[in-house]
């Protein structure tokens, strides 16, 4: 028999109008891998804020190595070897990394011992960080990976891992995943929480389930298909993406030798990017985090103007234009990180279907907000993509990330764009939204709208893309048909900035 290192005793942890938690136990195993599944607002991440001391739970209890465990903040649970990887960041903008990370230390080191220290583990990991790079001009990707270096100078008995490969190529991923299995090895209990479900028959020796706050079952993921766990975790046979047959239309958005200077001295330039995606069409873009995704979404959005010529929609220069110009002749963006960028945490769902669709839903009249039209239409969102919230009055921070990631997608979607570009549209969803947003996105494209889609899940990329492209330091390789590329092809494509060898494809 394992040794228990963590016992969960039905643990209930109630908001108003939901129950997060409802009466959950299970064990966790000393070195052992302990996967969570659960759909978008299962309940995951309140579960592991009652293990990290940032939530108390209403009733239940959690016995740590036997001994009773009730953390009051989250510096209690590191000193009793409880350390975590958010999937929403908890980090300083202005601060750089080594600073970053001192602050989740008790006694940290001298900053240049710090530094050294962050340089080797991270670079151990596959995971290269500059110690000395502000935070605020990280992407999303990257300070996910500072998260994941600060919990592992932790040394943690327990080591909780929310979505950490959701960045990674598949080499970045084999490397970390040899990592947590040396980890494992040396006693260390590691509990995971992705919707990636072969990651998790691929590394987790056993499995809970969690639907609407419910335990609903355990499996070991080696022994169970990912369509029975993912059945397992929405309680129905999924209906994977169809992919009917689209005839391309004529050239909806070109690019020709575009080149943007860095926007900050640690960011990517652009360098002579060249694009071309018709009406029907979805061109799918892959790179490694921190390689321009951002700044590229920032161009095609308007947020970053550029020559007129240097972005056409059909034959009309637009590179001029900003965000607002650009969405009334329907070229809409959903950004990368979803929290502070496409949506504003602290205003309601209302308020922020009002931010992007005054435009195209009509929302505005004479100068007044007419706000009957923009909670009916924050309404339908939530409807038709499914956003588990009590209503559209709740702020966007309350929503779990997937669920916030739904209603982001859902907002551009239903504006009936005739561009649409998306970075990391199924970051951090289940696999049933995941589903339903790439289906949301063929479907735009069989309408006849043109989609461009940037992401790090190369199975996304295979599943929904007519042609493919590599994005690397900022340089676009030549748009080539998806069919017959492979994940292992692209992998390496992608991985080039990090000094693989680009495949010869």
Known sequence: MTEVLLSLKGLTKAYPGVVANDSVSFDIGAGEVHALL???GAGKS???KMIYGLVKPDSGEMLLRGAPFAPNEPRQARADGIAMVFQHFSLFDA???AENIALGMENPPKMGDLASRIREVSEAYGLPLDPYRTVGDLSAGERQRVEIIRCLLQDPKLLIMDEPTSVLTPQEVEILFQTLQKLRAEGTSILYISHKLEEI???CDHATILRLGKNVGECIPAETSASEMAELMVGAALT????GKRDL???AMDISGLSVPAPSAFGTALRNVHLTVRRGEILGIGGVAGNGQDELLSVLSGEVLTDSDAVKLGRAPIGHLGPVARRQLGVLAAPEERLGHAAAPDMSLTENAMLTGAT??????NGFLKWTAAKDFAERIIKDFDVRTPGPENAARSLSGGNLQKFVIGREVLQRPEVLVVNQPTWGVDASAAAAIRQS???LAAGGAAVICISQDLDELMEISDTFAALNEGRLSSPRPAEGLTVEEIGLMMGGAHGMEVAHV
């Open 201 to 203: 028959r691929t590394l």
């Open 95 to 97: 601060l750089n990394v």
């Open 249 to 251: 239309g004529e050239v």
């Open 441 to 443: 996105l063929l479907d």
């Open 240 to 243: 994977p993406p169809m992919r």
């Open 360 to 365: 195209r839903e009509g929302l505005v009249k």
């Open 46 to 48: 309140t579960l592991v």
């Open 38 to 40: 659960g759909e978008n």
